[in-house]
């Protein structure tokens, strides 16, 4: 088999794993009310509060736009709240009300219990093996290997 047919079967397989691990990740979400990426904001918020939504938004991978929309709902849920940051008046730092960090806490250890039996089905030396190979290849992405150019 051609090395291109085994990395396109690699990367094949590993949306599918992604895919289906996320639908999991989302299903348990919905249970607490929550989308994923509301999810990912508490997660962000009980690591760090008083970030700015720029900041947020770098950390998410997203637009401030989208953060905004983001943090809109989850204030009006009453788990997020925007305070004025008395440095800068053009910004607002985020924190978690006292109910967003009772659900973060909340759901928390069932979603690592969750990952980790959805990882176990690897033994615990093919984990590492498979850690170590996508650390190796998001390195070499990073670096700028496997460049593709259209001419």
Do not use: C
């Not at 397989?13 to 990740?25: A, D, G, S, Y």
């Not at 967003?100 to 909340?106: N, R």
Request: avoid cysteine; charged fraction near 30%.
């Amino acid at each position: 088999m051609d090395e291109q047919h085994t990395g396109f079967r690699a990367w094949m397989n590993l949306m599918r794993v992604h895919q289906t691990i996320q639908q999991k990740v989302i299903d348990l979400m919905a249970r607490y009310g929550l989308t994923l990426a509301q999810f990912d904001v508490l997660v962000q918020l009980q690591r760090e509060e008083g970030i700015t939504q720029q900041q947020l938004a770098d950390r998410l991978l997203v637009t401030k736009g989208n953060v905004t929309g983001l943090i809109d709902r989850l204030e009006r849920e009453k788990l997020v709240e925007r305070r004025s940051d008395s440095e800068d008046r053009r910004s607002n730092l985020l924190y978690l009300t006292d109910s967003g960090s009772a659900q973060i806490l909340q759901i928390l250890p069932e979603h690592k219990t969750q990952l980790r039996t959805l990882m176990d089905i690897l033994s615990r030396e093919k984990q590492e093996q498979l850690l170590t190979l996508l650390q190796e290849l998001e390195e070499g992405l990073k670096a700028g290997k496997g460049q593709f150019f259209l001419i």
